[in-house]
Nanobody, 121 residues
Framework: QVHLVESGGGLVEAGGSLRLSCVAS????????MGWYRQAPGKQRELVAT???????NYADSVKGRFTISRDNGKNTVYLQMNSLKPEDTAVYYC???????????????WGQGTQVTVSS
């Protein structure tokens, strides 16, 4: 089983910055893809950014130029640097990891519990 624990959320004024971290532990095996998603009240969960083990990155259009995703494969950790935050960035941010583990290389798709990010205007 793979456990993901996010940290770094909080309350910030518009224009401010936050850095989220997510650490994967347990039977992580090989983590192919790590990413961040968010869900605002009354809305569906949406992709924010993903990064492959090799460093290929994908961003949602709404965060391009403001957010930066990175990962440390040795520490099974993914980061999200969020700059120029806007009130519409307010949401619960969830960490995600896709990988394979065990003798049979079983696939997994794991989620963290989420961390609240609130941006005041």
């Amino acid at each position: 089983q793979v456990h993901l624990v996010e940290s770094g959320g909080g309350l910030v004024e518009a224009g401010g910055s936050l850095r989220l971290s997510c650490v994967a532990s347990g039977s992580t095996g090989v983590i192919h893809l790590m990413g961040w998603y968010r869900q605002a009240p009354g809305k569906q969960r949406e992709l924010v950014a993903t990064i492959t083990r090799g460093g290929s990155i994908n961003y949602a259009d709404s965060v391009k130029g403001r957010f930066t995703i990175s990962r440390d494969n040795g520490k099974n950790t993914v980061y999200l640097q969020m700059n120029s935050l806007k009130p519409e960035d307010t949401a619960v941010y969830y960490c995600n990891a896709d990988g394979i583990y065990g003798r049979s290389w079983s696939p997994y798709h794991s989620w963290g519990q989420g961390t609240q990010v609130t941006v005041s205007s």
